[in-house]
Every structure is written in C-alpha cells, then in structure tokens.
C-alpha cells in the first residue's frame, strides 16, 4: 500500500481539526468495531453522524441512509464497509463534499484513494483512528 495514505500529518489533522465524522456502516451494534470507533471519538469531542440504511438512532445521533441526506458538512467519512464496497462511498464522500476519507484496518482500495486525493481530499487508509488516536494524536 501506498504510504501516502498512513500520513502521520494527515491522520494528526483529520484526529485533531475534524468536528464532524459521518461513519457510512454505523449501526446500534455494540460488538461491531465501527460502533467502538464512533463511541471513542463522540467522547474526544467528536460529532458523529451515522449513515445507515435503516435510519436508525446510534449513539444518541440521528441517522441517514446516505451521506447525500446529511444536511451538515462532513469533515471526515469513516468507511466501515467492505473494500469491494468503499469505492463506491469515497465517490459519495466526494460528492457531499467531506474533507477526508478514513478506511480503518483492511479496507483498502487504492484506486477509490487516488480519486479521493484527485478531488482534494485527505486520506487515511488501513488504520485505526482509535489506535492513531492513542499513539500519535499529540501534536
């Protein structure tokens, strides 16, 4: 994978100056890793936005089915869908105007990256915020 997408600066600034983060896969789910993310950067701070089909409430936020119905700007999309599916969420996250793309560990799609990166986007690709946020989030 190209180390561009594990960019200490790049992760620091999307951790540190990001306010919004929609996480496109978020559901009620307590035992799925995306819920865990969502929760840890709500208590740093963080506004979450779930987007999920169903719609439902998550963490005490509402929900949408796609990141074209969030009627905020998004400073950074959490991609917790499969890699054959994350292309097709950067592209919407390019569209709604988000500021970066995050895929945690094991999403990878270097193609949907250079998109993102083409359209001006910050990207972060097979990493943890959690972890990046224990490790490497002090300025």
Do not use: N
């Amino acid at each position: 994978m190209d180390e561009r997408f594990a960019d200490q600066a790049v992760i620091r600034r999307m951790l540190w100056d990001s306010r919004t983060w929609a996480f496109v896969g978020l559901s009620d789910d307590p035992t799925r890793t995306v819920h865990g993310q969502a929760r840890l950067l709500q208590e740093r701070g963080k506004k979450i936005v779930p987007v999920h089909p169903d719609r439902a409430p998550v963490l005490g936020e509402q929900a949408y089915a796609s990141l074209a119905e969030v009627p905020e700007p998004i400073d950074v999309v959490g991609v917790y869908r499969r890699s054959a599916a994350a292309g097709e969420v950067v592209d919407a996250a390019v569209k709604a105007g988000a500021k970066g793309v995050w895929l945690p560990l094991g999403v990878i799609d270097e193609a949907a990256a250079e998109r993102a990166l083409a359209a001006g986007l910050d990207v972060v690709m097979d990493r943890c915020p959690g972890v990046e946020w224990s490790l490497r989030h002090r300025r």
